[in-house]
């Protein structure tokens, strides 16, 4: 059994700082996919020692930044999504295990958050874009893979508890949730999105929604303002997405929600399940 976590850290020196460790050391994760690194490697390997690091830095220091950390070392490992304008900005790593006599590929990403009508969300459309036709490619017959990270869109309305207030905002635009639609459609079949658009299904597994079934949540990020953690008021923008053949061999999904307010160490909480690896 391989346990995978995913988790936003909002900086990795803060979280280090805020009780990151503790959990890890009892999380029993063999691979840790993390987004919003803000720092460098040599941050990564002094603050997670004795795990292999793998990172891909933003070049805008303090920004972004994604990386696996993992207990055995990856065979291979590759940042190119689309092109330099997307691959600079440190939001995209592979990287292949050799499990057994499989192996499987773990993606940490890290979705621009967007804002509607700006650039912003122009970029992360052109992010939306080469994120399709990577994981077309990395769907194909019998693959393992999967990808990780802040996705920075909730899917469907049970993925925000507030989704009447956002269909206009950035997270939630039908746009956005339509490219879901169509990662999540089976493999070839024609789906009505979301958005008004057709498209072909690529075949891909949201594990999270697959294994809580049709319920509210579970939730992953909470705004600090207000009472939104106390309440509950979240979204659920952090996934494990799935080939097939890797979602039959998942167990154990959870969402390791902080006990209390105080006790967070990011406003994300980690994301994690168990494959038959």
Known sequence: MTRIASVNVNGIRAAARKGMNAWLDASGVDILTIQEVRGTREHLESLLPGWRILEHESLQKGRAGVAIASREPAAASRIALGGEELDSHGRWLEADFAVGDRVVTVVSAYVYTGEVDTPKQDQK?????????????????????????????????????????????????????????????????????????????????????????????????????????DNDTGWRIDYHLATPALAALASGYRVDRYPSYDARWSDHAPVIADYAL
């Open 125 to 229: 459309w052109a992010f939306l874009d080469a994120m399709s036709a990577r994981l077309e490619e990395l769907n194909g017959a019998g693959s393992l893979a999967l990808v990780t990270g802040d996705l920075n869109v909730g899917h469907r309305e049970l993925d925000i508890k507030n989704w009447r207030g956002n269909r206009k905002k950035a997270g939630f635009l039908p746009r956005e949730r339509a490219y879901f639609d169509r990662w999540l459609a089976p493999a070839g079949e024609a789906v009505a999105c979301v958005d008004g658009s057709t498209g072909a299904g690529l075949g891909w597994i949201d594990v999270g929604r697959a294994h809580a079934g049709e319920v509210d949540g579970p939730y992953t990020w909470w705004s600090n303002r207000g009472q939104a953690f």
